[in-house]
């Protein structure tokens, strides 16, 4: 049975006895509740509402939520951070997304392509970030928004980011756009055909049909040009590709393939990187660098700055890599095939705070324990590489973790 939420200073009264106030050192140690969930709603409800969010639009939407176990199941794994780098594009690039989106295109060609013009933007790259995001349209995530976020905010890992991202849903509703029922989207709160989290959404998102409502889940005019600004403002050039994979020369340094590693294509290519197809490296005097998805085993790419605009949209080295191999795709370029290093097993997490627990008190800090191998865990790990012999690509492995076990 939902639990309704009926909020008078009684109620809030009753419910604040015995419960700790959200954000307090406390709350982190008890387990997530309903009855601690209806504490922090309630808290939660006079804090949006002295944010300006209207009683009316608050006693809608936080009427009759409750605690999503579901949601906090799905923050606990998330497939980009969790499957090796080429299972993830087995299925983010498949036949059937590449054909899918194709189909799409040529259906949208007039509107796609008309928007993709006045922003700036490539066309079948909207349509990638339609494909990835959710099987363009297929599935928005069945998530009732307000309750993941209300859920997240309360026992997520991020409190303050959910809590956030729940007052800019609100606000959402409170102005018109969409009625609370119908905010439907994934369990992080992404929304719409091109899943966008709701604090982008007030930033991103356009009323292009002029219809008085910025509708990302049923107008594809308002989708693609909310997507289109997103991109455009993110820093997106339309003159450039995102890069291309790449062939390194034997002698290549390592250590050099790494994203706070910029040169011109120019000087990559006086360095002996050559295209792994075609006849010449993209075309471009902006700065790029060498990225190693799989480490030094696996295929190189050679990225430019529109590819940091995708992550941008996803921080994410996977997706950004998935959505430049499908939007290529989808404009009619052939299938790559790369040889990926499939006999090394992929890290969990826990195996990833052991990883950079073990870094750090080597005298390697990776600048915190947290499972995500970011850029200073990177750092770390290259330091490490090269002051034992291997090969410095930043690449963790269970057998370099096995080995740092072993190690003095």
């Given at each position: 049975?939902?639990?309704?939420?009926?909020?008078?200073?009684?109620?809030?009264?009753?419910?604040?006895?015995?419960?700790a106030m959200p954000g307090?050192?406390?709350?982190?140690?008890?387990?997530?509740?309903?009855?601690?969930?209806?504490?922090?709603?309630?808290?939660?409800?006079?804090?949006?509402?002295?944010?300006?969010?209207?009683?009316?639009?608050?006693?809608?939407?936080?009427?009759?939520?409750?605690?999503?176990?579901?949601?906090?199941?799905?923050?606990?794994?998330?497939?980009?951070?969790?499957?090796?780098?080429?299972?993830?594009?087995?299925?983010?690039?498949?036949?059937?997304?590449?054909?899918?989106?194709?189909?799409?295109?040529?259906?949208?060609?007039?509107?796609?392509?008309?928007?993709?013009?006045?922003?700036?933007?490539?066309?079948?790259?909207?349509?990638?970030?339609?494909?990835?995001?959710?099987?363009?349209?297929?599935?928005?995530?069945?998530?009732?928004?307000?309750?993941?976020?209300?859920?997240?905010?309360?026992?997520?890992?991020?409190?303050?980011?959910?809590?956030?991202?729940?007052?800019?849903?609100?606000?959402?509703?409170?102005?018109?756009?969409?009625?609370?029922?119908?905010?439907?989207?994934?369990?992080?709160?992404?929304?719409?055909?091109?899943?966008?989290?709701?604090?982008?959404?007030?930033?991103?998102?356009?009323?292009?049909?002029?219809?008085?409502?910025?509708?990302?889940?049923?107008?594809?005019?308002?989708?693609?040009?909310?997507?289109?600004?997103?991109?455009?403002?993110?820093?997106?050039?339309?003159?450039?590709?995102?890069?291309?994979?790449?062939?390194?020369?034997?002698?290549?340094?390592?250590?050099l393939a790494d994203r706070?590693?910029?040169?011109?294509?120019?000087?990559?290519?006086?360095?002996?990187?050559?295209?792994?197809?075609?006849?010449?490296?993209?075309?471009?005097?902006?700065?790029?660098?060498?990225?190693?998805?799989?480490?030094?085993?696996?295929?190189?790419?050679?990225?430019?700055?529109?590819?940091?605009?995708?992550?941008?949209?996803?921080?994410?080295?996977?997706?950004?890599?998935?959505?430049?191999?499908?939007?290529?795709?989808?404009?009619?370029?052939?299938?790559?095939?790369?040889?990926?290093?499939?006999?090394?097993?992929?890290?969990?997490?826990?195996?990833?705070?052991?990883?950079?627990?073990?870094?750090?008190?080597?005298?390697?800090?990776?600048?915190?324990?947290?499972?995500?191998?970011?850029?200073?865990?990177?750092?770390?790990?290259?330091?490490?590489?090269?002051?034992?012999?291997?090969?410095?690509?930043?690449?963790?492995?269970?057998?370099?973790?096995?080995?740092?076990?072993?190690?003095?």
């Amino acid at each position: 049975m939902r639990r309704s939420f009926v909020f008078s200073s009684a109620v809030l009264a009753m419910l604040l006895v015995g419960c700790a106030m959200p954000g307090n050192a406390s709350s982190a140690k008890e387990p997530p509740s309903e009855h601690g969930f209806a504490a922090w709603v309630a808290v939660f409800y006079e804090k949006a509402k002295d944010a300006g969010v209207s009683a009316a639009t608050l006693n809608t939407a936080l009427a009759d939520i409750q605690l999503n176990t579901q949601v906090l199941e799905r923050d606990a794994y998330q497939p980009e951070f969790v499957k090796p780098v080429w299972g993830y594009l087995a299925t983010a690039v498949s036949d059937t997304r590449v054909r899918n989106g194709r189909a799409k295109f040529a259906q949208h060609s007039a509107l796609l392509k008309k928007i993709a013009a006045e922003y700036e933007v490539s066309a079948p790259l909207l349509v990638a970030i339609w494909g990835l995001e959710t099987a363009y349209g297929a599935t928005f995530g069945g998530f009732n928004v307000v309750e993941a976020l209300a859920t997240l905010g309360y026992a997520g890992r991020r409190t303050e980011f959910w809590q956030q991202e729940l007052l800019a849903a609100l606000r959402i509703i409170d102005q018109g756009d969409i009625a609370a029922s119908q905010m439907i989207g994934s369990w992080a709160g992404a929304m719409g055909h091109t899943q966008f989290m709701p604090s982008s959404y007030q930033a991103r998102a356009i009323d292009y049909d002029q219809d008085g409502k910025r509708d990302i889940w049923g107008s594809y005019g308002d989708v693609f040009a909310s997507t289109a600004n997103f991109m455009q403002r993110a820093g997106w050039r339309q003159d450039e590709s995102w890069g291309a994979a790449v062939a390194l020369p034997a002698d290549f340094d390592w250590a050099l393939a790494d994203r706070s590693v910029a040169k011109t294509v120019d000087e990559w290519a006086a360095l002996g990187v050559k295209p792994r197809q075609g006849k010449s490296l993209p075309s471009s005097e902006s700065e790029a660098s060498i990225l190693l998805p799989a480490g030094h085993k696996g295929p190189a790419f050679l990225v430019l700055p529109n590819f940091r605009a995708i992550m941008r949209y996803n921080n994410s080295t996977a997706y950004a890599l998935a959505i430049s191999l499908l939007s290529d795709r989808i404009a009619g370029g052939g299938k790559q095939r790369f040889r990926w290093p499939t006999d090394q097993q992929a890290l969990t997490r826990d195996q990833r705070t052991e990883l950079q627990s073990l870094l750090t008190a080597k005298g390697f800090d990776t600048q915190g324990v947290d499972g995500i191998l970011g850029a200073n865990s990177r750092k770390a790990l290259r330091a490490w590489q090269l002051k034992t012999g291997l090969v410095p690509d930043a690449f963790a492995t269970l057998e370099q973790l096995q080995r740092l076990r072993l190690s003095p």
